[in-house]
């Protein structure tokens, strides 16, 4: 099943991922190489945001989930392992170990 696309050509999750309702991210935030900067970005995102539904670390590790899950098959191994680990400091940066 393919993706819907929006009048401008856009996937409606790169339209979620670019113009979320909950956080505003860092341009290109989940292109980055260190898993420490991309969490520390959410993390900052997350609890800056006043439209975030559930806590700041609900809204992060949501978000970065929501990538992952929808861009990993097109993602190189590389960068998903870099996203993973992500997953982990954003664990670390909130006491969630």
Known sequence: ???KQDETGERWSQDVTEHSDALDLED?????DDPARIAAS????AESSGR????PYQSAMSM????????GKNLP????DVLERAKD???TLFGRN
């Open 42 to 45: 959410l993390k900052e995102s």
């Open 89 to 91: 400091e954003l664990r």
């Open 28 to 32: 290109d935030v989940f292109t980055w």
């Open 1 to 3: 099943m393919a993706e």
């Open 52 to 55: 975030r539904k559930g806590t």
């Open 64 to 71: 970065l989930t929501f990538y992952v899950n929808r861009a």
């Open 77 to 80: 191994q590389q960068q998903l």
